[in-house]
């Protein structure tokens, strides 16, 4: 009886290990924090967080911004999803630049190689520049009450950049995203949004530009995703126009007036003159019109009145 239960009590552990083989492996750990200048990703204010288990790296990224007269830097740090690696790239959007630098490990609390103050940004040298007419509101917006078209302050543009831009810059990293909003002065008058993609990590500039002097207060529902192909002027031909033909249904005739022409004989009078007897015969036409004319009239007058004195005379 002992050694039934020996065996039965040796065996429940093995058996229990390799049924539940996958199921205890200690899940990865990262640093969690962002950083806008605020300290947030300091050693005293940085935090630690277990990554979920479809999430196998943990991820540190910088993005700088650039606009047409203002700077800002941001630090993030968490888990995601890829492979250990390190991307430095540098994108330039219409009169814009962002700067990113991503590092992605897979070892627990690994993403401790970048901080924020190393990276930030020192103000666009504006002294050489050559200013121009046009005004725009600029301004990055470090806080959510910052950068808004109630307080964005307004500039006036350097060259190239004659017109103006309203819209926000998206980084996501893993399950957690940060919005900058921005307004700037712009190269082009329509400005499609970009997205890049980084394993786990997207950055994306989304907004619209526009043409006059501070018109980006609010381009917030004219947002630009494609850019549309510039319009081409077709030049007027020299061939002299030529009138269609005209099928024989369309084409309308013109009646050309028809007279009908009638004669008319009047009936032959016999008037006896004694032992003569005289035949008169009058002959006269006349047009099948509404009313005759005053020659026809007369001459029948004349007629009656030559036949009136002839009957009465005899």
């Known amino acids: 009886m002992e050694y039934k239960l020996y065996w039965k009590y040796s065996l429940l552990p093995i058996i229990c290990a390799v049924l539940m083989q996958g199921t205890c492996v200690e899940s990865l750990e990262c640093y969690s924090c962002q950083d806008m200048g605020n300290g947030n990703c300091s050693d005293k204010n940085v935090s630690k967080v277990l990554c979920g288990p479809d999430q196998n790296v943990c991820i540190e990224t910088v ?129 499609a949004m970009r997205t890049l993609t980084f394993g786990s990590s997207t950055f994306e500039i989304k907004g619209a530009c526009c043409i006059g002097n501070i018109c980006n207060k609010d381009l917030s529902n004219k947002t630009q995703y494609v850019e549309l192909p510039p319009l081409v002027l077709i030049p007027p031909s020299n061939e002299s126009p030529t009138t269609p033909a005209i099928p024989t249904w369309g084409r309308t005739t013109k009646e050309q007036p028809h007279t009908n022409e009638t004669t008319q004989t009047l009936k032959e009078a016999n008037i006896t003159v004694g032992s003569d007897t005289t035949s008169l015969k009058a002959a006269m036409k006349h047009e099948d019109d509404q009313q005759p004319s005053k020659a026809s009239q007369s001459q029948i007058s004349l007629w009656l009145v030559f036949l009136n004195l002839v009957l009465f005379k005899f």
């Open 63 to 191: 993005t700088a911004l650039e606009t047409s007269h203002d700077q800002s830097t941001m630090l993030q740090k968490g888990c995601g999803t890829g492979l250990p690696g390190r991307v430095d790239k540098a994108e330039y959007f219409h009169g814009m630049i962002m700067y990113i630098m991503l590092i992605q490990c897979n070892t627990s609390l690994c993403n401790t190689e970048l901080h924020a103050k190393t990276y930030l940004l020192l103000p666009p040298e504006n002294t050489d520049r050559q200013l121009n007419e046009v005004e725009c509101y600029s301004c990055i917006g470090k806080t959510p009450d910052q950068c808004t078209s109630s307080n964005a302050p307004v500039k006036q543009c350097f060259q190239p950049l004659h017109h103006c831009f309203d819209g926000n810059v998206t980084v996501t990293q893993g399950n957690t995203s940060a919005v900058i909003p921005i307004k700037s002065c712009s190269e082009r008058h329509t400005c």
